[in-house]
Every structure is written in structure tokens, then in C-alpha cells.
């Protein structure tokens, strides 16, 4: 059974930082690709973060590039994010995806975790 669970979400100031953690089991972690998503109501579902098996490669859309570092552990079968110079802008439900295509795709979520960023 493949569980993503995250945690590590809650209330920031802005400026402030969050470390997000999510913790992989019943996968082979290290051969996914992982990403970091993250959804507001009113607001489609917005990719934040990706990091390539091996950690080869890391890719953030703009609009958290240099506040945002993903990162994984594989021994830990564990992906992390830490946010900094945190905005109100980045309040929302944040998930955890797991990809893999191995002649078909092989995708998880996990639950989310809720970052909210306000004074």
C-alpha cells in the first residue's frame, strides 16, 4: 500500500519560514520523480517544486524561485521543502506527488498539509 503523508504545515509570518516533510512508504522512493504542488481555493493546482530521482535536477516556476529549495533524502524514503521569505500568496493546501513511468504511469498524492502565511 503507497502512502505520501506530509507534514510540518501551519501559520507563518510573512518573511517568515516552514519546512514541509513527506514521508514515502510502499514505494521504491528513490526511483520517482517527486514534486511539491500546492492548491488555493479559486485557484488551479500549481506545481511548486520538482526533483528528478538521484537528485540530478530540481525545477520551481517563478513564482518561488530562490525562496523555495527542494530537497530528498532516500534513506529516509523522505521530500522536503523549505519555504522562506514566505508571501501571503503562498497560503494553501500543499501536496506531496510521487511519478514514475515504467511502461505505464505510476503516480501518488498524499493528503496535504495547509500553509497559511499572514500577520
Known amino acids: 500500500q503507497v502512502q505520501l503523508v506530509e507534514s510540518g504545515g501551519g501559520l507563518a509570518q510573512p518573511g517568515g519560514s516552514l519546512t514541509l516533510s513527506c514521508a514515502a512508504s510502499?514505494?521504491?522512493?528513490?526511483?520517482?520523480?517527486m514534486s511539491w504542488y500546492r492548491h488555493t481555493p479559486g485557484k488551479e493546482r500549481e506545481l511548486v517544486a520538482t526533483i528528478s530521482s538521484g537528485s540530478i535536477n530540481t525545477n520551481y516556476p517563478n513564482s518561488v524561485k530562490g525562496r523555495f529549495t527542494i530537497s530528498r533524502d532516500d534513506a529516509k524514503n523522505t521530500l522536503y521543502l523549505q519555504m522562506n521569505s514566505l508571501r501571503p500568496e503562498d497560503t494553501g493546501v500543499y501536496y506531496c506527488?510521487?511519478?514514475?513511468?515504467?511502461?505505464?504511469?505510476?503516480?501518488?498524492w498524499g493528503q496535504g498539509t495547509q500553509v497559511t502565511v499572514s500577520s
Open positions: 506527488n510521487a511519478r514514475l513511468w515504467l511502461g505505464r504511469l505510476f503516480e501518488y
Open positions: 510502499g514505494v521504491t522512493f528513490s526511483s520517482y520523480v
